[in-house]
């Protein structure tokens, strides 16, 4: 028997009926997402600011998002932990990060797994930090004065700790102790809270880091040297900034929430709008007022422009310190 040729027309039609079916389950999955819940990795140890801030993040975008985003903490490698998963994350939107400025500075002073200029999708820019240097309330030292004093009468004697190497309140102390003419060490630490028990017990000088230090200083356990914006908080109105004092050091650190590369549009604007929401949120609000952080909004593309330009910005700021690394 043999059998009849398909005509042209109907092998068209039926290849294109075909192929649009293999299409609509994509195009599907894109506008029910999220179907499951959603992780957000927080690359800080639990119970630290930035911990607390990203739970409450996650609790709000729950809510909005119609699923439970569930905060999985990853610390260590001043915060690159998280941006690391997401390099072996499949691109569905649910496996996303806390993205913070070190994405646009560490690859300048060491080797890394990943390329901030092709490696991640730049979803949302939320908030900020506010940072400074505190010590304990019996310390020597009450003024950013007496501190750059002991420093140059003792090179390398003075210690302080941070986040963690290449973190902002790394760096700002490090551009401070350049424009100051001093020579400090430095003492990373995972996270805010390692660094601040550190502190309280005596094992190191000066800490420098996020608000995370903010109920000791109220409680009058810990004292505030200065800050580090471009003026002075609403909360510490009396404590001077760094750039106040004269030593030309202003550093601010947006972040935000990014995912792995090549996600689809339609489902980082489902997630874009979901954590814009979130903004809106008097919970939310009261968490970043708790902790000193400011709303800083980017949408996708704004975020997106602004880690590429910092990318550069902070080349030259490590060259300066002379932190790059070794080719």
């Known amino acids: 028997m043999s059998l009849k040729p398909i005509p042209r027309r109907q092998l068209l039609q039926t290849g294109s009926a075909l192929a649009a079916g293999l299409a609509f389950p994509a195009l599907s999955l894109a506008q029910a997402f999220p179907v499951r819940p959603i992780k957000l990795i927080c690359p800080w140890p639990a119970a630290g600011s930035s911990d607390l801030v990203m739970r409450s993040l996650a609790e709000s975008a729950s809510k909005v998002l119609g699923q439970q985003v569930i905060i999985e903490n990853k610390p260590g490698a001043s915060g690159m932990l998280g941006p690391n998963e997401l390099l072996k994350a499949a691109p569905d939107g649910y496996t996303l990060s806390q993205i913070t400025i070190g994405v646009a500075r560490l690859p300048h002073m060491q080797k890394m797994q990943f390329d901030p200029l092709s ?21 020597p030292f009450k003024t950013i004065k007496d501190l750059v004093d002991y420093a140059k009468a003792n090179p390398g004697k003075f210690n302080y700790g941070s986040t ?103 489902v980082v604007r489902k997630l874009h709008d979901g954590f814009k929401k979130t903004l ?48």
């Open 119 to 139: 490696d991640f999708t730049y979803i949302a820019c939320l908030t900020g930090y506010t940072f400074g240097i505190v010590v304990k309330a019996d310390s």
């Open 164 to 266: 963690g190497v290449g973190t902002t309140p790394h760096l700002a102390i490090e551009e401070f102790a350049f424009k100051a003419g001093i020579q400090i060490t430095h003492v990373p630490f995972k996270g805010s809270s390692d660094g601040l028990q550190a502190l309280l017990g005596g094992h190191i000088q000066a800490h420098s880091d996020a608000t995370g230090w903010a109920p000791h200083v109220d409680s009058g356990a810990m004292r505030l040297l200065a800050t580090y914006g471009s003026k002075r908080t609403k909360r510490w109105p009396k404590v001077p900034t760094l750039n106040e004092l004269g030593y030309d050091t202003v550093s601010d650190s947006p972040f935000g929430i990014g995912g792995p590369k090549d996600m689809d549009p339609k």
């Open 280 to 327: 809106s949120d008097p919970a939310f609000l009261a968490t970043l007022d708790k902790y000193d952080q400011p709303v800083i909004y980017m949408d996708t593309e704004a975020y997106t422009q602004f880690i590429l330009a910092s990318y550069v910005k902070e080349k030259r700021v490590i060259e300066k310190l002379g932190l790059a690394k070794k080719a």
